[in-house]
């Protein structure tokens, strides 16, 4: 490990390479402080996302740790469920609230003799 930064780490993979494991890759936990789980110094296993530029990598600490990256299109993760879940609720809440509405809007018309 290179750097410790408040928003991840820069990890050292040779001397001419090296990677951004962004905060939200460090940990399945929710991770606030990054100081907390690493520090400078640490040998730490990572995964290889994505190549940003030549000799620059995006990083993953917690996806080495599951055994590697996970097709999104396969994975059932609690998130993804919570996902659905809260788009579905919210998705019902947007029609009921249309309807509420559009009812106001008739009933304050027919008042004012529209």
């Known amino acids: 490990m ?3 930064l408040p928003y991840g780490a820069i990890v050292s993979l040779s001397e001419e390479e090296t990677g951004l494991v ?15 789980y690493l520090h400078e110094g640490d040998v730490v296993e990572v995964v ?3 190549q940003k530029e ?8 917690k996806r080495a740790q599951a055994g590697g990256t996970r097709d999104p299109k396969t994975s059932t993760s609690a998130s993804t469920h919570v996902s659905r879940d809260f788009e579905q609720r919210l998705t ?3 029609k ?6 559009s009812e106001l809007r008739r009933s304050r018309e027919a ?4």
């Open 92 to 94: 019902e809440f947007m």
């Open 2 to 4: 290179i750097k410790v």
């Open 111 to 114: 008042r004012r003799g529209r």
């Open 22 to 36: 962004h905060i939200s890759e460090i940990s399945h936990d929710f991770v606030t402080d990054v100081a907390e």
């Open 54 to 61: 030549p000799g620059q990598f995006e990083l993953s600490i």
């Open 48 to 50: 290889v996302m994505e």
């Open 96 to 101: 009921k609230s249309n309807r509420r509405q």
